[in-house]
């Protein structure tokens, strides 16, 4: 069996589309690893899988991390298989159901794509936290990181604020941080540097994919927890190793706005068996 694929990217956080519209994939979690492996595989940080959704939504989306675990939300898969879909149908809008919940997506003016990925949680429980907590001043630490700010974006982020992201060591406190006993599920681990109330600079540590050049979900919740601590307005322009996303905590409903680029840098087929 041949199973064809879309390699895609925003901001350099890249993905490996599959259609099984159609047909199941038959993808198995060892299947998944293989595939994400950088080395014997095709790569991605996030396998995307898009789906007939029976609850009336245009599309399902299921997402795979590169270990083979499944993963709630991932917004800028989610901005890449939006993309995809409303260029294959010529619409503009397009309202996707993931694991984390239903999501509107739209194409904007000059290649940009939004995706209105709903409100973020905020209590201890949704993130979830391992016990009772104020979910602003997480006791979370590590080598020169202290008291992170938690939410979920369908999955569990905690975001920390510091002066100066050059001096942190990430790639060694990053997948500490991401097992905290805080975190019973695991957790996204962000480590935000403002450089205004309306711009920052962003480096996130995946829960089940490590270091990535860009975190759509991450961009929310450090946008989120930014406003909660007083650190920035609710309409922010957030900087990462891949490029800029634009992100707005929209105070009529609470939802937060994701735009930026997308890009396909691939497409092929994939033999199983």
Do not use: Y
Not at 153 to 160: A, E, I, K
Not at 210 to 230: F, K, Y
Not at 247 to 253: A, G, K
């Amino acid at each position: 069996m041949r199973l064809p694929f879309r390699k895609m990217h925003g901001l350099g956080n890249d993905f490996v589309v599959v259609d099984a519209r159609d047909r199941p994939t038959g993808l198995t979690e060892e299947a998944i690893r293989l595939i994400g492996d950088r080395h014997r595989g095709v790569g991605f940080d996030q396998l995307v899988t898009l789906e007939r959704d029976a609850a009336g939504a245009d599309l399902f989306i299921r997402f795979h991390n590169s270990d083979g675990s499944e993963a709630g939300a991932c917004g800028n898969g989610t901005r890449c298989a939006a993309a995809l879909v409303l260029d294959e149908t010529g619409r503009n809008r397009l309202s996707i159901r993931t694991a984390g919940g239903t999501l509107a997506a739209e194409r904007l003016p000059g290649g940009l794509f939004r995706v209105d990925m709903g409100a973020p949680r905020l209590d201890w429980r949704d993130v979830p936290l391992a016990r009772p907590c104020d979910t602003l001043h997480v006791p979370m630490a590590a080598e020169g990181v202290r008291g992170g700010v938690a939410c979920s974006m369908g999955n569990p982020h905690v975001t920390f604020f510091v002066d100066d992201l050059d001096t942190l060591e990430i790639g060694r406190i990053g997948p500490l941080l991401e097992r905290d006993p805080w975190l019973p599920d695991r957790g996204n681990i962000g480590f935000a540097q403002m450089l205004g109330r309306d711009r920052m600079r962003l480096v996130v540590w995946e829960r089940g994919a490590g270091l990535t050049l860009a975190c759509g979900s991450g961009a929310c919740a450090a946008a989120v927890n930014a406003h909660r601590r007083g650190l920035a307005d609710r309409a922010v322009t957030i900087e990462m190793p891949g490029g800029e996303l634009r992100l707005e905590w929209r105070e009529s409903d609470g939802h937060v706005l994701m735009a930026g680029p997308v890009a396909t840098a691939f497409s092929g087929e994939i033999a199983l068996g």
